[in-house]
């Protein structure tokens, strides 16, 4: 049984087949454009193939409440062309298959809940911190989801005291997002992420930041791992920063038995999206 994922991002959608076994039978990037042009490359790429099922993770904001008028469709996005989509509707019509449609982040956190860094527990978070901030949770197997999707790349942190910059948010400055995503580094510093020193001031603000955001989830949530990823995680020394902070921040109110198993790298290779995407599907099949 081949099974169709789609990993749907503002720049691009991986679209991917793959087998029973999660092994890759075909794959395809496609630059993301205008929906329509950008759909029926996914498309015809799909067609190639005999696919059961097509699970899909993508940017947002989605409606993801199966009881709205407008189930499945990309809202109040930053890209013009997509707003107010109906990506799901428009899926189903073109491919003839039963469609799962998730955010980008849950699907990761599912990839990574399933065949990666989170096998060994019952609960995670997944959060991914690149162009933007956002962020997955599974309990039991399942993706959460209330009216809609979690939105945590949006909440709102303390700002360090002598901390003028103004976010790069336009909703809300100083979330977590428009505080230390990769755009917002890069507006801090003056250049890309990649090329600021590891010893540079900068990395201790951001892992502050992204520390405070990861004890509040924990108080909210509990969950039993977070896992972070994304681009601005490539930066491997930001790792024992953030547990550094973190455990300060926490002041053992909660204990975490060890806090570099609790807050962990993923394991998926940056494939988590695409391998939660066909989980989503496998999981519709069924």
Excluded at 109 to 118: D, I, K, N, P
Aim: proline share 4%.
């Amino acid at each position: 049984m081949l099974i169709g994922a789609i990993e749907a991002g503002g720049t691009k959608f991986v679209c991917s087949v793959l087998n029973e076994s999660n092994e890759t039978v075909d794959k395809c990037i496609i630059k993301t454009k205008k929906p329509a042009e950008t759909l029926n490359e996914a498309a015809n790429f799909f067609r190639g193939h005999d696919i059961e099922s097509l699970g899909v993770g993508a940017f947002g904001p989605i409606d993801l409440n199966a009881k709205s008028n407008t189930y499945g469709m990309i809202k109040n996005t930053p890209k013009k062309d997509w707003k107010n989509f109906p990506l799901l509707e428009e899926l189903k019509k073109m491919l003839k298959v039963p469609v799962a449609l998730d955010t980008d982040v849950n699907a990761a956190c599912l990839g990574e809940f399933r065949f990666g860094a989170a096998q060994d527990v019952d609960s995670a978070m997944y959060i991914t911190v690149g162009t933007g901030v956002g962020a997955g949770f599974v309990k039991d197997n399942q993706v959460f989801k209330g009216f809609s999707h979690p939105e945590m790349g949006h909440i709102k942190v303390k700002r360090i005291a002598d901390d003028t910059f103004p976010g790069v948010c336009p909703y809300h400055d100083d979330c977590i997002e428009g505080l230390v995503s990769g755009p917002a580094i890069e507006k801090r510093a003056g250049v890309k992420g990649t090329d600021i020193d590891k010893n540079d001031a900068v990395w201790e603000t951001v892992a502050y930041y992204i520390a405070q955001a990861l004890v509040n989830y924990t108080l909210v949530l509990s969950p039993e791992r977070i896992i972070i990823g994304g681009g601005v995680m490539k930066q491997s020394h930001l790792y024992p920063m953030i547990r550094k902070e973190f455990a300060r921040i926490l002041n053992d109110y909660i204990e975490i038995d060890d806090v570099n198993e609790y807050i962990t790298e993923p394991l998926m290779n940056d494939d988590q999206g695409v391998i939660g995407a066909a989980a989503l599907a496998r999981d519709i099949s069924r």
